[in-house]
Protein backbone atom coordinates (compact mmCIF):
# COMPACT_ATOMS: atom_id res chain seq x y z
CA UNK A 1 0.00 0.00 0.00
CA UNK A 2 1.56 3.57 -0.75
CA UNK A 3 1.98 5.76 2.04
CA UNK A 4 1.11 9.68 1.07
CA UNK A 5 2.34 12.67 3.81
CA UNK A 6 0.29 16.07 3.52
CA UNK A 7 1.56 18.71 5.09
CA UNK A 8 -1.37 21.10 5.75
CA UNK A 9 -4.67 19.21 5.43
CA UNK A 10 -7.24 20.41 7.55
CA UNK A 11 -9.39 22.30 5.09
CA UNK A 12 -9.52 22.95 1.46
CA UNK A 13 -6.99 21.50 -0.89
CA UNK A 14 -5.14 19.41 1.70
CA UNK A 15 -8.20 18.13 3.02
CA UNK A 16 -9.27 16.54 -0.37
CA UNK A 17 -5.71 15.17 -0.93
CA UNK A 18 -6.46 13.40 1.85
CA UNK A 19 -9.72 12.31 1.20
CA UNK A 20 -8.94 11.16 -2.71
CA UNK A 21 -5.88 9.96 -1.74
CA UNK A 22 -7.76 7.58 0.89
CA UNK A 23 -10.67 6.89 -1.71
CA UNK A 24 -7.38 5.84 -4.20
CA UNK A 25 -6.49 3.11 -1.32
CA UNK A 26 -3.63 5.12 -0.27
CA UNK A 27 -2.25 5.17 3.31
CA UNK A 28 -2.42 8.38 4.32
CA UNK A 29 -0.51 10.44 6.98
CA UNK A 30 -1.87 14.44 7.20
CA UNK A 31 -1.04 17.02 9.35
CA UNK A 32 -3.61 19.70 11.55
CA UNK A 33 -2.75 22.43 13.87
CA UNK A 34 -5.94 22.39 15.54
CA UNK A 35 -8.04 19.64 17.37
CA UNK A 36 -10.83 19.94 14.89
CA UNK A 37 -8.22 19.67 11.99
CA UNK A 38 -7.16 16.84 13.66
CA UNK A 39 -10.42 14.97 14.31
CA UNK A 40 -11.62 15.79 10.79
CA UNK A 41 -8.30 13.79 9.54
CA UNK A 42 -9.54 10.94 11.57
CA UNK A 43 -13.10 10.50 10.73
CA UNK A 44 -11.22 10.28 7.15
CA UNK A 45 -9.34 7.53 8.25
CA UNK A 46 -6.15 8.81 7.92
CA UNK A 47 -2.93 9.18 10.57
CA UNK A 48 -3.27 12.49 11.73
CA UNK A 49 -0.43 14.72 13.27
CA UNK A 50 -0.32 17.35 14.33
CA UNK A 51 1.75 20.30 13.39
CA UNK A 52 2.00 24.09 12.77
CA UNK A 53 4.78 24.92 9.56
CA UNK A 54 4.38 28.58 10.72
CA UNK A 55 6.04 27.31 14.62
CA UNK A 56 10.01 26.92 13.86
CA UNK A 57 9.61 24.25 17.32
CA UNK A 58 6.82 22.65 15.96
CA UNK A 59 7.75 21.98 12.53
CA UNK A 60 11.87 20.95 14.05
CA UNK A 61 9.77 17.92 15.22
CA UNK A 62 8.90 16.59 12.33
CA UNK A 63 11.95 14.27 11.71
CA UNK A 64 10.67 11.91 14.57
CA UNK A 65 7.06 11.52 14.13
CA UNK A 66 7.80 10.18 10.90
CA UNK A 67 10.53 7.89 11.83
CA UNK A 68 10.95 4.58 9.76
CA UNK A 69 8.49 5.89 7.15
CA UNK A 70 8.98 5.71 3.24
CA UNK A 71 6.77 8.34 1.88
CA UNK A 72 5.59 7.58 -1.70
CA UNK A 73 4.13 10.95 -2.47
CA UNK A 74 4.18 13.85 -0.34
CA UNK A 75 2.87 17.18 -0.57
CA UNK A 76 3.19 20.76 1.13
CA UNK A 77 0.03 22.24 1.35
CA UNK A 78 0.29 24.65 3.97
CA UNK A 79 -0.31 28.11 2.99
CA UNK A 80 -1.87 31.46 3.85
CA UNK A 81 -2.93 34.71 2.17
CA UNK A 82 -2.05 38.22 2.96
CA UNK A 83 -3.89 41.32 3.85
CA UNK A 84 -3.51 41.76 -0.01
CA UNK A 85 -2.21 44.72 0.02
CA UNK A 86 -0.25 46.30 -2.97
CA UNK A 87 3.18 47.72 -3.26
CA UNK A 88 1.59 51.28 -2.00
CA UNK A 89 1.56 50.02 1.39
CA UNK A 90 4.47 48.11 2.84
CA UNK A 91 3.92 44.98 5.08
CA UNK A 92 3.77 44.95 8.91
CA UNK A 93 6.67 42.62 10.72
CA UNK A 94 3.87 40.54 11.95
CA UNK A 95 2.21 40.09 8.77
CA UNK A 96 5.43 39.19 7.10
CA UNK A 97 6.44 37.03 9.53
CA UNK A 98 2.80 35.36 9.07
CA UNK A 99 2.94 34.40 5.64
CA UNK A 100 6.70 34.06 4.88
CA UNK A 101 6.97 31.49 7.93
CA UNK A 102 3.73 29.17 6.97
CA UNK A 103 4.44 29.78 3.30
CA UNK A 104 8.52 29.45 2.68
CA UNK A 105 10.07 29.06 6.26
CA UNK A 106 7.78 25.72 6.48
CA UNK A 107 8.05 24.52 3.43
CA UNK A 108 12.31 24.72 3.83
CA UNK A 109 12.37 23.31 7.37
CA UNK A 110 9.99 20.40 6.04
CA UNK A 111 11.95 19.20 3.22
CA UNK A 112 15.42 17.92 4.87
CA UNK A 113 12.88 16.17 7.28
CA UNK A 114 10.71 14.60 4.53
CA UNK A 115 12.64 14.47 0.98
CA UNK A 116 15.04 11.41 2.32
CA UNK A 117 11.75 9.68 3.10
CA UNK A 118 10.62 10.48 -0.02
CA UNK A 119 13.55 9.48 -1.97
CA UNK A 120 14.16 6.25 -0.12
CA UNK A 121 10.60 5.48 -1.83
CA UNK A 122 11.47 6.56 -5.26
CA UNK A 123 8.90 8.81 -4.65
CA UNK A 124 7.43 12.42 -5.36
CA UNK A 125 7.11 15.68 -3.12
CA UNK A 126 4.90 18.18 -4.80
CA UNK A 127 4.06 21.50 -2.73
CA UNK A 128 1.05 24.34 -3.89
CA UNK A 129 2.10 26.94 -5.02
CA UNK A 130 0.67 30.25 -7.27
CA UNK A 131 0.57 31.76 -10.72
CA UNK A 132 0.77 34.86 -8.83
CA UNK A 133 4.55 33.92 -7.59
CA UNK A 134 5.83 33.61 -11.55
CA UNK A 135 7.70 37.24 -11.81
CA UNK A 136 8.12 36.85 -15.65
CA UNK A 137 4.43 37.58 -15.77
CA UNK A 138 3.30 39.43 -12.91
CA UNK A 139 0.45 42.20 -14.16
CA UNK A 140 -0.25 43.96 -10.51
CA UNK A 141 0.80 44.17 -6.94
CA UNK A 142 -2.40 43.28 -5.50
CA UNK A 143 -1.23 40.78 -2.54
CA UNK A 144 2.41 41.53 -2.96
CA UNK A 145 3.73 39.66 -0.22
CA UNK A 146 1.73 36.65 -1.38
CA UNK A 147 3.59 37.13 -4.51
CA UNK A 148 6.54 37.15 -3.01
CA UNK A 149 6.34 34.50 -0.86
CA UNK A 150 5.04 31.84 -3.66
CA UNK A 151 8.30 33.17 -5.84
CA UNK A 152 10.20 32.05 -2.98
CA UNK A 153 8.60 28.69 -2.54
CA UNK A 154 8.84 27.78 -6.63
CA UNK A 155 13.08 28.52 -5.46
CA UNK A 156 13.21 26.60 -2.76
CA UNK A 157 11.60 23.72 -4.69
CA UNK A 158 13.92 24.50 -7.80
CA UNK A 159 16.85 24.74 -5.92
CA UNK A 160 16.07 21.66 -3.60
CA UNK A 161 16.13 18.94 -6.43
CA UNK A 162 19.71 19.25 -6.67
CA UNK A 163 20.32 17.55 -3.19
CA UNK A 164 17.88 14.95 -3.48
CA UNK A 165 18.44 13.49 -6.94
CA UNK A 166 16.25 10.82 -6.34
CA UNK A 167 12.63 12.26 -5.67
CA UNK A 168 10.76 14.07 -7.69
CA UNK A 169 9.98 17.66 -6.98
CA UNK A 170 7.83 20.11 -8.26
CA UNK A 171 5.25 23.02 -7.46
CA UNK A 172 1.90 23.22 -8.62
CA UNK A 173 -1.02 26.33 -9.71
CA UNK A 174 -3.87 24.34 -8.35
CA UNK A 175 -5.77 26.84 -10.49
CA UNK A 176 -8.76 29.23 -9.18
CA UNK A 177 -10.30 27.07 -6.47
CA UNK A 178 -13.54 27.43 -4.46
CA UNK A 179 -11.89 27.17 -1.21
CA UNK A 180 -11.74 29.75 1.45
CA UNK A 181 -8.67 31.22 -0.23
CA UNK A 182 -10.15 31.70 -3.51
CA UNK A 183 -13.91 32.18 -2.82
CA UNK A 184 -17.48 31.23 -3.76
CA UNK A 185 -16.80 33.38 -7.34
CA UNK A 186 -13.52 31.31 -7.77
CA UNK A 187 -14.56 28.92 -11.50
CA UNK A 188 -12.01 25.53 -10.48
CA UNK A 189 -14.12 23.20 -8.43
CA UNK A 190 -11.72 21.96 -5.22
CA UNK A 191 -12.51 17.86 -6.27
CA UNK A 192 -11.30 19.19 -9.64
CA UNK A 193 -8.10 20.32 -8.66
CA UNK A 194 -6.78 17.72 -6.16
CA UNK A 195 -8.00 15.10 -9.02
CA UNK A 196 -5.52 17.23 -11.61
CA UNK A 197 -2.78 17.77 -8.73
CA UNK A 198 -2.46 14.05 -8.50
CA UNK A 199 -2.85 12.93 -12.15
CA UNK A 200 0.16 15.75 -12.65
CA UNK A 201 2.61 14.32 -9.90
CA UNK A 202 2.11 10.85 -10.71
CA UNK A 203 2.68 11.88 -13.87
CA UNK A 204 5.99 13.26 -13.54
CA UNK A 205 9.50 11.32 -13.76
CA UNK A 206 13.03 12.24 -12.55
CA UNK A 207 13.57 14.39 -15.83
CA UNK A 208 11.21 16.73 -14.99
CA UNK A 209 12.08 17.45 -11.15
CA UNK A 210 11.97 21.03 -10.52
CA UNK A 211 9.12 21.89 -13.08
CA UNK A 212 6.02 24.38 -12.01
CA UNK A 213 3.05 22.50 -13.20
CA UNK A 214 -0.59 23.73 -13.46
CA UNK A 215 -2.83 21.37 -11.91
CA UNK A 216 -4.11 20.07 -15.74
CA UNK A 217 -0.56 18.83 -16.27
CA UNK A 218 0.24 21.68 -18.71
CA UNK A 219 3.94 23.29 -17.77
CA UNK A 220 4.73 26.69 -16.71
CA UNK A 221 7.47 28.84 -16.43
CA UNK A 222 8.09 29.41 -12.81
CA UNK A 223 10.15 32.65 -13.21
Known sequence: MPTTLILG?????????????????????ATARS????QALRALGAQALRLDVADPASISGLAWQLDGEQLDTAWYVAGVMCTRADARQPPTAPEFDRVMHANVRGAMQ???QVAPLVEAAGGRFG???STMGRIG???????WLYRV?????????A?????YPRAVFAAFHPGWVRTDMGGAQAPVAMGDSVAGLRRALAALTLADSGAFVRYDGQRLASW
Not at 149 to 157: D, G, Q, R, T, W
Open 159 to 163: SARHS
Open 35 to 38: DAGL
Open 110 to 112: AIP
Open 9 to 29: ASRGIGLELARQSLAAGERVI
Open 149 to 157: SKAALNMAV
Open 127 to 129: FVS
Open 137 to 143: EVDASNA
